[in-house]
């Protein structure tokens, strides 16, 4: 059955596809499904990346002596 889903051609160098088509033998599953996971993985990544540089300037301003003890938020 086709998919619904909208499609991304990419044009990649030898090694790179190389590198896919190994994992993808390996896996025993498609060039595409391969490339989904490497892209949704990256994606994960640079995400973790954007959130650590917002928690390392939260950490560089956090107050210990203004915090809320647990009690206070908990009741």
Do not use: W, Y
Request: aromatic share 4%; charged share 25%; net charge negative.
């Amino acid at each position: 059955m086709p998919s619904t889903n909208p499609r991304i051609n990419v044009v990649c160098e030898k090694p790179l596809f190389a590198a896919i088509a190994r994992i993808a033998t390996r896996d025993g599953a498609s060039l595409s499904s391969v490339a989904h996971d490497l892209l949704l993985e990256s994606l994960e990544l640079r995400e973790d990346v954007a959130l650590a540089r917002v928690a390392d300037k939260r950490a560089a301003t956090f107050d210990p002596t203004a915090a809320l003890t647990v009690d206070q938020v908990f009741g």
